[in-house]
């Protein structure tokens, strides 16, 4: 399952992991995130112990978003070393996510 990741939580679970972490910026009013949200929850479970799959309510964690210039969502940021490696905006599909996420591997 994705882990809920918030303002508190974000250097600890996304800034200091050592393996790669796709980060899934959503909200519950959001159409398209709706859509991707079950797809992130499969790549959470394919990837267990390979990387970390977590989503970010932009509502409730402004901060974050502030941080990462998050404008339009769904947004899907990969993190490798504490960085921002890769980014997809808006509803793809499960391949694209995975695709992403294995060049980080």
């Given at each position: 399952m994705?882990?809920?990741i918030?303002?508190?939580?974000?250097?600890?679970?996304?800034?200091?992991?050592?393996?790669?972490?796709?980060?899934?910026?959503?909200?519950e009013w959001c159409g398209p995130c709706r859509m991707v949200g079950p797809v992130v929850e499969e790549i959470a479970?394919?990837?267990?112990?390979?990387?970390?799959?977590?989503?970010?309510?932009?509502?409730?964690?402004?901060?974050?978003?502030?941080?990462?210039g998050i404008r339009n969502i769904p947004a899907l940021l990969y993190f490798k070393g504490g960085e921002v490696v890769d980014k997809q905006i808006g509803a793809v599909p499960k391949s694209v996510l995975a695709g992403k996420l294995d060049g980080q591997l």
């Open positions: 994705a882990l809920e918030t303002d508190a939580n974000f250097e600890e679970l996304v800034l200091k992991s050592d393996k790669p972490v796709l980060v899934d910026f959503w909200a479970k394919e990837y267990e112990g390979k990387a970390l799959v977590g989503k970010v309510n932009v509502d409730n964690n402004p901060q974050i978003s502030m941080q990462f």
